[in-house]
Nanobody
Framework: QVQLVESGGGLVQPGGSLRLSCVASGSGFTFKDYALYWYRQAPGKERELVAF????????TYADSVKGRFTISRDNAKNTVYLQMNSLKPEDTAVYFC?????????WGKGTLVTISS
């Protein structure tokens, strides 16, 4: 059974920073082969893609709303994907989820809450 566990969420003032982590584990799970995604879901809104990082190339893609402020990265040796979030805004408040995909395999974490408020 594959598990993804997010951490690093919390309450931060506008303009602050947070780094989210997502650690993957599971028998036979080859982390390096998976594309990794961060999504978020704000109260009353649909889940939206924030960023993703490809497996082989490590190329990254970001939602326009976070481009230039957020950075996704991965450490295959630690089975971990990160989301560095800078210049945070109140509209970044949401539950953040990590997601790992390889062909038809699709795994989700349970999320970590990020609240941006003064």
């Amino acid at each position: 059974q594959v598990q993804l566990v997010e951490s690093g969420g919390g309450l931060v003032q506008p303009g602050g920073s947070l780094r989210l982590s997502c650690v993957a584990s599971g028998s036979g799970f080859t982390f390096k082969d998976y594309a990794l995604y961060w999504y978020r879901q704000a109260p009353g809104k649909e889940r939206e893609l924030v960023a993703f990082i490809r497996s082989a190339s490590g190329m990254t893609t970001y939602a326009d709303s976070v481009k230039g402020r957020f950075t996704i990265s991965r450490d295959n040796a630690k089975n971990t994907v990160y989301l560095q979030m800078n210049s945070l805004k109140p509209e970044d408040t949401a539950v953040y989820f990590c997601n790992a995909r390889l062909y038809v395999q699709n795994y989700w974490g349970k999320g970590t809450l990020v609240t941006i408020s003064s």
